[in-house]
């Protein structure tokens, strides 16, 4: 069974960093993308950042050029670093993911990964 579990949130000024990180244990195939999403109140998910299993990465228009998702294939850990941060970040930040090829067919959409975590609250101060 796959398990996912983020950490790093917090609460941090406006223009300040976080960096979420994402391990994930339990893979069953080789190949997988992750992808980081996150829900505010009253709003929908939005997908924020994802990576393929070929390497490419994905980013929402709203947090292009402040947000980079990387990982570490030691430890099995993906990371958001994000920077310039913004009130309207503020949410609950979630990391998914799941077997793919090549990468997923909407990797923001969200509906093709099958293994979430609990999520991680993150909280942008004016």
């Known amino acids: 069974q796959v398990q996912v579990v983020e950490s790093g949130g917090g609460s941090v000024q406006a223009g300040g960093s976080l960096r979420l990180s994402c391990r994930a244990s339990?893979?069953?195939?080789?190949?997988?993308?992750v992808g980081w999403f996150r829900q505010a109140p009253g709003k929908e998910r939005e997908g924020v950042a994802a990576l393929d299993d070929d390497g490419r990465t994905h980013y929402a228009d709203s947090v292009k050029g402040r947000f980079t998702v990387s990982k570490d294939y030691s430890v099995n850990t993906l990371y958001l670093q994000m920077n310039s941060l913004k009130p309207e970040d503020t949410a609950m930040y979630y990391c998914?993911?799941?077997?793919?090829?090549?990468?997923?067919?909407?990797?923001?959409?969200?509906?093709?990964?099958?293994?979430w975590g609990q999520g991680t609250q993150v909280t942008v101060s004016s």
């Open positions: 998914a993911t799941d077997h793919c090829v090549y990468g997923m067919i909407s990797p923001l959409g969200g509906d093709e990964y099958n293994y």
């Open positions: 339990g893979y069953m195939h080789s190949t997988y993308c």
